[in-house]
Nanobody, 124 residues
């Protein structure tokens, strides 16, 4: 059974950090590009960060560049999202998603397997 499970969300003060994890099972991570998306209340799903399966190249939304870092450990079948200098506007449910491809895609419709999401709340 193909499955993605996110963890690591929580409540953090502005300026703080969190590391999200996306554990995959049922497929071999090295053949999949992975994206992190987020959805705030009343808003659409937004692409945050992406990592390819081929060379590990990464891509970030302008809103998180310089603050977030995506990485993957194929041996552990896990993808990470390190989030630093968090802002209240980063508050959302964060999802990881997988697509059977070497290159990343930024549109949610390009991903066919999704996790259940983890809540990130940035507030003082």
């Amino acid at each position: 059974q193909v499955q993605l499970v996110e963890s690591g969300g929580g409540l953090v003060q502005p300026g703080g950090s969190l590391r999200l994890s996306c554990a995959v099972s049922g497929f071999t991570l090295e053949y999949y590009a992975i994206g992190w998306f987020r959805q705030a209340p009343g808003k659409g799903r937004e692409g945050v960060s992406f990592i390819s399966s081929a060379d590990g190249s990464t891509q970030y939304a302008d809103s998180v560049k310089g603050r977030f870092t995506i990485s993957r450990d194929n041996a552990k079948n896990t993808v990470y999202l390190q989030m630093n200098s968090l802002k209240p506007e980063d508050t959302a449910v964060y999802y990881c998603a997988a697509r059977r491809a070497t290159r990343v895609a930024t549109a949610p419709r390009e991903y066919d397997t999704w996790g259940q999401g983890t809540q990130v709340t940035v507030s003082s």
